[in-house]
């Protein structure tokens, strides 16, 4: 199954640096986009979601490319803190919860 | 506040034994979940439960039961663990409407292994 596809890393990048992830789906007819954050060895938090327009939280940035069906984060100004896996998520159709397909997930490790 | 807890942390089990993995919400959510997560693999979803009374198929069922006891309840059983199902479990909750579909609050996770 390689519905939700991510290099799955590890991206090792310095303090202050700006790192980007992609993540490629299959399914043209995906309707919601997501990107969420798992420490190692705890659970999933939603970092944000991921809008047509693209979106910008803080340091993060998100953007959705429709025709070439992938989406990315861009993290700016990269903080130890930031260290942790990042998992891509889309919803193959609106409104249903069973369809919310997640990728393996890219790691960053951010060094001082 | 608690958000979704679910036990037992960790659990041996042999091959062929049974056990129920709790989990409960405290946000008032419709929807809740249950899923694994496997190295090399991204999380799958095993059953989900839209509303109260409701029980849904994910993509990997199979060996698996649940029950929604209550808005706030959603149970996970292995009837006769396999080998098989050694993986991190996590439930998680979401409003289930509108935008706030997507939003999924996880428990802190389950580490289960069959020997």
């Known amino acids: 199954r390689k519905e939700v596809e991510q290099d799955p890393g590890p991206f090792n990048v310095p303090e202050g640096a700006t790192v980007a992830f992609n993540c490629t789906y299959s399914?043209?007819?995906?309707?919601?986009f997501f990107w969420y954050r798992q420490d190692c060895r705890k659970e999933p938090k939603l970092l944000m979601s991921v809008y047509s327009s693209g979106n910008e939280d803080g340091r993060f940035t998100a953007q959705l490319n429709r025709a070439s069906q992938y989406i990315s984060l861009l993290i700016r100004d990269s903080k130890l803190s930031d260290s942790a896996t990042y998992l891509c998520v889309v919803n193959l159709s609106w409104g249903s919860q069973g369809n919310l397909i997640f990728g393996k997930g890219t790691k960053l490790s951010v060094k001082p | 506040n608690a958000g979704v807890t679910q036990t037992p942390k960790f659990q041996v089990l042999k091959t062929g034994q049974s056990m129920t993995l709790q989990c409960a919400q405290d946000?008032?959510?419709?929807?809740m979940y249950w899923y694994r997560q496997d190295p090399g693999m991204g999380l799958r979803l095993i059953y989900y439960s839209a509303s109260e009374g409701t029980t849904d198929k994910g993509e990997v069922p199979n060996g698996y039961n649940v029950s929604r006891l209550n808005k706030r309840e959603f149970s996970l059983r292995l009837e006769s663990a396999a080998p098989s199902q050694t993986s991190v479990y996590f439930c998680?909750?979401?409003?289930?409407?509108?935008?706030?579909?997507?939003?999924?609050?996880f428990g802190s996770g389950t580490q289960l292994s069959v020997l």
């Open positions: 946000m008032n959510h419709n929807s």
């Open positions: 998680a909750s979401s409003e289930g409407s509108g935008t706030q579909l997507e939003k999924l609050f």
């Open positions: 399914n043209s007819a995906s309707q919601s």
